[in-house]
């Protein structure tokens, strides 16, 4: 016998089923096994994973049997830590249901839970046997869910495709296309360097203000890529101040936001963004490093020591 458990949320489990061995006959899936846990960030959590192991254990599971991670970002990051850990690792499909997902957390093997000092502090490094696109689950997103994926999509286009950025200016491209061009460019950034510790790191471009926003808003203010989108504009806003970046290259970043429903505004304040900030994971020493525009499609990392952090995103509020 070969089984697979379906991780999903209540959210996804009220609009879709996924039959393990008919979405993948070649996986010789004998049975399904569903466990439904609460929608939100909150669910990344000790307690949810530790709900995932002693379900598999109650189910008998061993090594030869599988998880599949049926949903959004925060279903794929828990399972794919579950995964990566019961019995040294089991086999992991992912089954993206958002944008966000299908275009970025799906792809790259990061898996992480939330503490409740920081988001993502603990985590592995574990890829996906496969994933499974359907662009059909894109229909039932809710217009704030869908907004997320954009603002991913946003941030590649920012770090590494003018070309992709001009398509989202003009909302000319496909679906498609779309999921395709996002995918290509993640692909290219994990495979460059897959333990995220050089140029990988430019996907976390607009995420050391992002995190800090969302541990703000007790992470239900605001979504993960409403944080991003407003880390993506204070930080350019900022640099482009500090003359690292293109002149107009933060009001293009705004306007995009401001054309996929994404917010901009910096509203967190200075103690609590400086205490926060520091705790992030690109942080070494007395230095941190931060992801900027040199341009729309060109991106850089700059090293910058901790106690300058104030004073460099003091440029980051929009006037």
Do not use: W
């Not at 949810?48 to 061993?62: A, R």
């Not at 495709?161 to 200016?169: G, M, V, W």
């Not at 293109?246 to 505004?265: F, H, Q, T, W």
Request: with cysteine; glycine share 8%; charged share 25%.
């Amino acid at each position: 016998m070969r089984n697979a458990l379906v991780i999903t949320d209540s959210n996804v489990s009220r609009l879709h089923k996924l039959d393990a061995a008919k979405t993948f006959p070649d996986k010789g899936f004998d049975g399904t096994h569903l466990l439904v846990l609460p929608a939100g960030e909150e669910t990344k959590s000790v307690k949810y994973l530790s709900q995932i192991y002693e379900t598999l254990v109650e189910l008998n599971y061993t090594r030869s049997d599988a998880i599949i991670a049926f949903g959004g970002g925060v279903i794929g990051d828990l399972a794919g830590f579950a995964a990566s850990t019961f019995m040294r690792g089991i086999e992991l499909i992912h089954v993206p249901t958002t944008l966000l997902a299908m275009i970025d957390s799906s792809l790259g093997g990061k898996t992480a839970i939330n503490l409740p000092s920081g988001k993502n502090l603990v985590g592995t490094f574990y890829d996906a046997q496969t994933t499974h696109i359907d662009t059909n689950y894109l229909s039932t997103l809710p217009p704030k869910v869908f907004s997320d994926g954009m603002a991913e999509a946003i941030k590649h286009a920012c770090i590494a495709d003018a070309s992709l950025f001009q398509a989202l200016e003009k909302g000319d491209f496909s679906m498609e296309y779309l999921i395709a061009k996002n995918r290509e460019i993640k692909e290219a950034f994990v495979q460059l360097d897959p333990q995220d510790k050089g140029e990988r790191m430019k996907l976390n471009f607009g995420h050391t203000i992002g995190h800090a926003v969302e541990q703000y808003g007790d992470f239900s203010r605001y979504t993960h890529g409403e944080a991003v989108a407003i880390g993506m504009y204070a930080v350019t806003l900022a640099s482009e101040r500090n003359g690292m970046t293109a002149k107009g290259s933060a009001e293009r970043v705004k306007n995009v936001l401001i054309k996929y429903n994404l917010p901009y505004e910096l509203e967190i304040p200075p103690s609590i963004f400086e205490k926060t900030i520091l705790l992030d994971k690109k942080t070494s020493g007395d230095s941190i490093n931060i992801i900027f525009l040199e341009e729309i499609g060109k991106s850089s990392i700059k090293k910058m020591l901790k106690h300058s952090l104030l004073s460099f995103f003091q440029g980051a509020r929009d006037e």
